[in-house]
Structure formats: structure tokens, C-alpha cells
């Protein structure tokens, strides 16, 4: 696995212990390697402020918004955009996301999928399939 892929409502937009705790993986991940991207079904716009300051602090390598690319999650497309932007194979990329469906849409497209409910069960999933060690 070369792409981690992380939901932003449900997922990003916890508490602020859950948010730098988030950062500290996803820059533990960059440093490995890993190429990083949030993957909302966000209108965006001006509203998706808060989602972009994760590119813009360096944490993630690329944002995509369904409304900005015209297709949502679970719909296959979107996760193809995102492995182009990426510029990885489908089935090098990790979803994580609080939506089952879109879980079950993400492995349907060749990727692995984790399901969110809490940042310490989904940390010990996300840390064995990349490998990577630390607190987080």
C-alpha cells in the first residue's frame, strides 16, 4: 500500500486531540513515503476552507471534493480520481471512512477499506497495513 486516503466529516473533524493526532499519522505516513489525500463528498467552495488546511499545512498531497470533481462517494470514479491525483494504481490506496457504504464502494474498486469509528481502533489498522510505527 503506497496511498492513504481519509475521509474529512466523520473522520477529520473530531475533537482537537483526535486532530493532532490525525496530523501526527499523516505526517508519520508522508515521511515513510506514503502519499496522503482527503477524499470528502464536501460541496466545496469557499465552505471547504477547513478541509484545505490540511494540504496547505502539508499533511495531505491532494484534496478532492465531490462537488468540485461531480461524483460522490461510493461511486467508483471518485476513487479513480483520487488514485490519478495521487498518481498510484486504485489498488495501492487505503480508504478510511465513518460511511460503510463508502467503505464497501472503496474495496469494490480494488482498494482496502477501514472503517471509522474511533481514532485508537482505526490507528492500529491504518499502522499495520503501512507498516508504521510511533505513538500516534
Not at 502519499?35 to 490540511?54: E, F, K, Q, V, Y
Amino acid at each position: 500500500m503506497r496511498g492513504l486516503v481519509v475521509d474529512y466529516c466523520g473522520v477529520l473533524d473530531g475533537a482537537e486531540e483526535d486532530r493532532r493526532r490525525w496530523r501526527k499519522l499523516l505526517s508519520a505516513a508522508k515521511a515513510e513515503g506514503i502519499s496522503t489525500a482527503i477524499l470528502s463528498n464536501d460541496p466545496g467552495g469557499a465552505g471547504a476552507a477547513p478541509i484545505r488546511t490540511w494540504l496547505e499545512g502539508g499533511y495531505v498531497d491532494a484534496v478532492v471534493l465531490s462537488g468540485e470533481v461531480g461524483v460522490e462517494k461510493p461511486d467508483q470514479k471518485i476513487f479513480g480520481i483520487t488514485a490519478k491525483r495521487l498518481d498510484l494504481p486504485v489498488n495501492d490506496l487505503v480508504l478510511v471512512d465513518d460511511n460503510i457504504l463508502n467503505v464497501r464502494g472503496a474495496v469494490d474498486s480494488g482498494m482496502i477499506g477501514v472503517y471509522y469509528q474511533q481514532f485508537d481502533r482505526a490507528v492500529v489498522e491504518i499502522a499495520g497495513l503501512f507498516g508504521l510505527e510511533g505513538e500516534f
